[in-house]
């Protein structure tokens, strides 16, 4: 069963790139079939996911926008012959404002016919709430928030939850919360663990665990353009074990029923 | 469908190239009308706009630099960049100026380029767009 999942957060720099990476990397471990979409005119996963010379990008099947399109642009990544990406580049830019009121479905209709060839989608958004972001929520089945300990990420997941309950009621009738990633842990500063608390007392359904905390092997495996999963370091295995449990958390979220986001997002505003 | 079978963009490639004329290929077979056949779709081309710089809202084909990502991606040289909306047009042409200026002056700036690692001709250049008003 195919299952796609936005990676969002509506602050930028709190991992959503490394996320998504690391979620493809646990795929690539279990030998399932992945597709990364970079939505983030970054291009970050793009880079990461080591992409070979391409002709097109995910800003050309959205300005095209046919059904089943987005099948055109997909290219093999250099992790190995299950781990496949739409690309990214700086003119997907262009893409991030409204065209026209069906704009944010164009990732969907593209998407057609496509999505279900894979295990698993996973769409890396930028850090906004514009038309890609749209987009990607409209596109898919699970939205999964990252954030980290600190005050202004919060705020963040804060306003993600809401873009996704706005995005339920309206582009996407079928979009449903998986949860939130509490990114770049240390679980040596006081700061750190008051502030997964508060967000564990604050979202007590969404909150996913384990925590992934912070590594340098994380950098090291990205800098390579590898799975952080092949990383040979101590560091990286805490990390493989932590997105394994992550992976297992999104399927299992996928099919259970609708966790009620709402009274805990208006709880905390 | 396996996943693998998706990867099409190179074939998307060929066909295109099989289409410029001179390309000594079979011809196509031409295609029996059936209602069971779907008519061909036409293949994905690059947006209109992908050259476009984002921010500077110039031609940039070299943009496409970006396409080919991965380990082999090098930074942009010579194309328009977001640095160039602040400083001014990158492809002016260059021209001769002689200026007659103090020699212990020239001495300064030939040290000055040196240790900066740049052409005597980029430092007065830089020195001069920095100190006059901007259009």
Redesign the interface.
């Known amino acids: 069963m195919s299952v796609t999942v936005a990676v969002l957060s509506l602050k930028g720099g709190v991992g959503k790139s490394s996320v998504t990476v690391g979620l493809a990397g646990a795929a690539w471990q279990r030998d399932r079939s992945v597709l990364v979409i970079d939505c983030d005119p970054q291009a970050n996963s793009t880079l990461c996911l080591d992409v070979p010379p391409h002709t097109f990008t995910l800003s050309d099947v959205l300005a095209d926008g046919r059904p089943g399109i987005a099948s055109e642009a997909i290219v093999p990544s250099g992790w190995g012959p299950r781990v496949h990406v739409i690309p990214s580049e700086e003119a997907l830019a262009h893409r991030d404002t409204a065209t026209m009121p069906s704009s944010a479905a164009r990732l969907r209709l593209s998407l057609t016919g496509v999505a279900d060839r894979y295990d698993l989608v996973l769409l890396d958004c930028p850090p906004s709430l514009g038309e890609l972001t749209r987009n990607a929520l409209a596109a898919a089945d699970l939205a999964l928030i990252v954030t980290e300990p600190g005050f202004f990420a919060l705020r963040g997941a804060q306003q993600a939850l809401r873009a996704i309950e706005v995005a339920s009621t309206s582009i996407n009738l079928g979009l449903r919360p998986a949860g939130i990633v509490v990114n770049r842990v240390r679980a040596n500063l006081t700061e750190h663990t008051y502030r997964v608390d508060e967000l564990r007392q604050a979202y007590p359904n969404l909150i996913l665990d384990p925590v992934i905390p912070e590594r340098t092997a994380v950098q090291q495996a990205q800098g390579a353009c590898v799975p952080v999963q092949a990383w040979p370091s101590p560091g990286a295995r805490e990390i493989t074990e932590a997105f394994d449990d992550l992976i297992d958390a999104l399927l299992s979220a996928h099919s259970r029923p609708q966790t009620a986001i709402i009274p805990a997002t208006r709880e905390h505003s | 469908?396996?996943?693998?079978?998706?990867?099409?963009?190179k074939n998307?490639?060929k066909s295109k190239k099989s289409k410029k004329p001179g390309n000594h290929e079979q011809p196509e077979k031409p295609q029996q009308s059936s209602a069971a056949t779907p008519p061909p779709?036409p293949?994905?081309?690059?947006?209109?706009?992908?050259?476009?710089?984002?921010?500077t809202g110039r031609i940039a084909p070299s943009?496409g630099a970006?396409?080919?990502?991965?380990?082999?991606?090098k930074p942009m040289k010579g194309g328009p960049t977001t640095a160039d909306s602040i400083m001014g047009e990158a492809g002016d042409k260059l021209v001769d100026l002689g200026v007659r200026v103090p020699k212990s002056l020239r001495k300064k700036l030939r040290q000055q380029a040196k240790a900066r690692g740049v052409s005597i001709d980029d430092l007065v250049a830089s020195i001069l767009a920095a100190a006059l008003p901007r259009d």
């Open positions: 469908m396996s996943a693998s079978d998706s990867v099409n963009s998307s490639k779709r293949a994905l081309s690059r947006a209109a706009d992908a050259d476009v710089h984002p921010v943009i970006g396409r080919s990502a991965g380990r082999s991606f």
